[in-house]
């Protein structure tokens, strides 16, 4: 029976749509110490999460291999990685979790090659490097302040100190290495690069010989080796990328469904119709009039009342 992983928006609290979350700021014993600092293997469906060490250790599950990360030093968790934590007891630091996808577009634009760096798990040694420590957090706490207060223009602030934080994470790689992963990193790294192609052609519908001839191995061993890593088929890999996407262009575009369903690849509303409410247990339109309700809600806690299905 293939393994079952846990999503979640923050650990121990279920997961929102990637559309809902902007940042998060906390400090690792927060959350860690309610659950005897062992947070156990799970993953964000659409969040990346920056975690610095400035006191003691953890042991790191990084999609199935373990790393040693001792402070001081930096961990850069991408969303849907497999990722879990045992930290020593008297470990301290900040963590940031921020929607992913926002922080890419805005590196597409102000920096490309900054791609690499948020989509890429990390683990890096601040050994020896007190400079670099010390640039670090004068930006880690800049967003503690934005995410406590409710001033103008929180998000661009929050969004712009991220961006900031990951051009320095950026700098730091080609300072040091990131800390060696097992042998199983292969693994993880083909699951990477098969995430990068379905982003790149996840619209196109390919067949998944177009995906596993890309990595040099046989669909059957590429559908393996997600349910291993992932707990996840191949397929189901896919599916999710387009509900994500079908879920964001549905709250933030006015397109039509069956324009939504057009640029998404489906050969018509109906089909299109068909498979969203399949995977997410209701029609599009359905869905985005409740997202859009509960986004205009007064209520202070109206985005937290609709939390569609996910996969």
Not at 106 to 112: G, L
Not at 210 to 215: E, I, N
Not at 233 to 241: H, K
Not at 279 to 302: I, N, V, Y
């Amino acid at each position: 029976m293939a393994r079952v992983i846990p999503n979640y928006s923050l650990y121990g609290d279920q997961a929102l749509p990637g559309w809902q979350l902007t940042f998060d700021f906390e400090w690792i014993p927060q959350r860690s110490r309610p659950y005897n600092w062992d947070i156990r293997p799970h993953t964000h469906d659409a969040f990346l999460q920056i975690l610095c060490l400035r006191n003691g250790s953890a042991e790191v599950l990084l999609e199935q291999g373990r790393v040693q990360a001792q402070a001081p030093c930096v961990l850069l968790i991408p969303a849907q990685t497999v990722h879990g934590f045992r930290f020593s007891t008297d470990v301290d630091g900040p963590v940031v979790t921020a929607a992913q996808r926002l922080l890419e577009s805005m590196a597409t634009v102000v920096m490309p090659e900054l791609l690499q760096t948020i989509r890429t798990p990390a683990v890096i040694s601040l050994a020896g490097m007190e400079r670099e420590l010390e640039s670090l957090m004068p930006l880690f706490l800049a967003l503690e302040r934005e995410s406590r207060g409710q001033a103008i223009g929180r998000v661009a602030a929050g969004v712009s100190l991220l961006t900031a934080l990951l051009v320095q994470i950026a700098r730091l790689r080609h300072i040091e290495q990131s800390a060696p992963m097992s042998a199983n990193s292969r693994k993880a790294a083909k699951i990477e690069k098969f995430r990068a192609l379905v982003d790149e052609h996840f619209r196109q519908h390919l067949p998944m010989q177009a995906y596993a001839s890309q990595l040099g191995i046989t669909p059957g061993q590429l559908t393996r080796l997600c349910r291993e890593v992932l707990g996840m088929s191949s397929l189901d890999v896919i599916n999710a990328r387009l509900i994500h996407e079908a879920q964001r262009d549905l709250v933030y575009t006015r397109n039509s469904i069956k324009q939504l369903g057009h640029t998404l690849g489906f050969a018509d509303e109906a089909y299109f119709g068909r498979f969203f409410r399949k995977h997410t247990g209701l029609a599009p339109r359905e869905f985005r009039a409740r997202a859009l309700e509960a986004m205009l809600s007064p209520d202070a806690a109206g985005m937290q009342k609709f939390t569609p299905p996910t996969l």
